[in-house]
T-cell receptor, first 112, second 113 residues
Framework: KNQVEQSPQSLIILEGKNCTLQ??????????LRWYKQDTGRGPVSLTI???SENTKSNGRYTATLDADTKQSSLHITASQLSDSASYIC???????????WGAGTKLIIKP | NAGVTQTPKFQVLKTGQSMTLQCAQD?????MSWYRQDPGMGLRLIHY???????DQGEVPNGYNVSRSTTEDFPLRLLSAAPSQTSVYFC????????????FGSGTRLTVV
């Protein structure tokens, strides 16, 4: 069964610190992987997209990595800010259809 | 540009009532979809449309109907509301079914009592 699992479920860090969120998937055949940021009470917003051949992609202070062999991805946030408080969702698309498999998300809280 | 607009933002229904959640986009996107988001779970696809006049079922379509008479609008109808449909509903659109960079609306929080 195609699944996307994220860890940790929630994370609290101090402002200015770095953190790494994990995503493991069993989706096959794999097409691409996205990370979304979802602020409380809002819809998700795309941060990065990675295809099979990409290992690393950055978007400002956000850096996503992908290891297609081990089916793992991570999202690293550098020098966290209060505005980074949100849920971060990993989404994997299967190559054989148009549908996406969504992770349950990691809730990140940045404390001053 | 308004992007994707969902109305209403909040709604309380009684069991058995029907209602329509509205979704409109002004980006001329061909692909539109409806998701529900429940605590501790990933977003689940309810229905989607790859263009005007074309709709299809997603992962959890039971109890919901959709239509796509125009490119801009994609309403979601709850036929007979049940407590299990209490959720946050998101509408999303993209330029094509192959473009997974969805633009989401801000959601409708629905409570069925």
């Amino acid at each position: 069964k195609n699944q996307v699992e994220q860890s940790p479920q929630s994370l609290i860090i101090l402002e200015g610190k770095n953190c790494t969120l994990q995503c493991n998937y069993t989706v096959s055949p794999f097409s691409n992987l996205r990370w979304y940021k979802q602020d409380t009470g809002r819809g998700p917003v795309s941060l990065t997209i990675m295809t099979f051949s990409e290992n690393t992609k950055s978007n400002g202070r956000y850096t996503a990595t992908l290891d297609a062999d081990t089916k793992q991805s991570s999202l690293h946030i550098t020098a966290s800010q209060l505005s980074d408080s949100a849920s971060y969702i990993c989404v994997v698309s299967e190559d054989s259809n148009y549908q996406l498999i969504w992770g349950a998300g990691t809730k990140l809280i940045i404390k001053p | 540009n308004a992007g994707v607009t969902q109305t209403p933002k909040f709604q309380v229904l009684k069991t058995g009532q029907s209602m329509t959640l509205q979704c409109a986009q002004d980006m001329n996107h061909e692909y539109m979809s409806w998701y529900r988001q429940d605590p501790g779970m990933g977003l689940r696809l309810i229905h989607y449309s790859v263009g005007a006049g074309i709709t299809d079922q997603g992962e959890v379509p039971n109890g919901y109907n959709v239509s796509r008479s125009t490119t801009e609008d994609f309403p979601l109808r709850l036929l007979s509301a049940a407590p299990s449909q209490t959720s946050v509903y998101f509408c999303a659109s993209s330029s094509s079914v192959f473009n997974y960079g969805y633009t989401f609306g801000s959601g409708t929080r629905l409570t069925v009592v």
